[in-house]
Nanobody, 125 residues
Framework: VQLQASGGGVVQAGDSLRLSCATS????????MAWFRQAPGKERDFVAAIRTIGSNTYYADSVKGRFTISRDNAKNTLYLQMNSLKPEDTAVYYC???????????????????WGQGTQVTVSS
């Protein structure tokens, strides 16, 4: 297993959670890493991405200002800090890695070739 997501749970609106995604050295050396989420009955949507060289970050408008993507190179771990959670943030969250994506494609799930198993986040009102 190359990506292992964890940290999901059941929280109330306004609470915070931090998701983690443990990776292998080879995965971490890819071009971009990202978080996507999939709510029940909906398609999987882009949440945030980070360039593995330079650390530029990119966010969906729905989470901008509330979520922060980061990585710890020493631990080969990707994070998603989620603050001010809302019920509409309820979803299964997936981490993903791309070895060759270009910037214009990073919001598309087809640009990512390695996926974690997902972790459930439930936000109650």
């Amino acid at each position: 297993v190359q990506l292992q997501a964890s940290g999901g749970g059941v929280v109330q609106a306004g609470d915070s959670l931090r998701l983690s995604c443990a990776t292998s050295d080879r995965t971490f050396s890819g071009r971009f890493m990202a978080w996507f989420r999939q709510a029940p009955g909906k398609e999987r949507d882009f949440v945030a991405a980070i360039r593995t060289i330079g650390s530029n970050t990119y966010y969906a408008d729905s989470v901008k200002g509330r979520f922060t993507i980061s990585r710890d190179n020493a631990k080969n771990t990707l994070y998603l800090q989620m603050n001010s959670l809302k019920p509409e943030d309820t979803a299964v969250y997936y981490c993903a890695a791309s070895r060759s994506a270009i910037l214009s494609s990073i919001r598309n799930e087809w640009a990512y070739d390695i996926w974690g198993q997902g972790t459930q986040v439930t936000v109650s009102s």
